[in-house]
């Protein structure tokens, strides 16, 4: 029988090395990873505010 260790793997337990993992999977520069959450913030925010203009530009 092979042994399977990801079976009884339980991940993280710490907010360090849950931070860790996280950033185990990142393919950038965690920079960049950083400067792509804040641009996807402001294009959100972006996207609230012409939605806001538009409903009332038509009321």
Known sequence: M???PW?????????EGK???K???LKCDPQ???LLKEM???MKQQK????TISKN???
């Open 2 to 4: 092979k042994r399977k």
């Open 7 to 15: 079976l009884k793997s339980t991940g993280a337990k710490t907010a």
């Open 19 to 21: 931070e860790r993992s």
């Open 23 to 25: 950033m185990d999977a």
């Open 32 to 34: 960049l990873h950083v």
């Open 40 to 42: 996807n913030y402001i």
């Open 48 to 51: 609230e505010i012409f939605s």
């Open 57 to 59: 530009a038509y009321n």
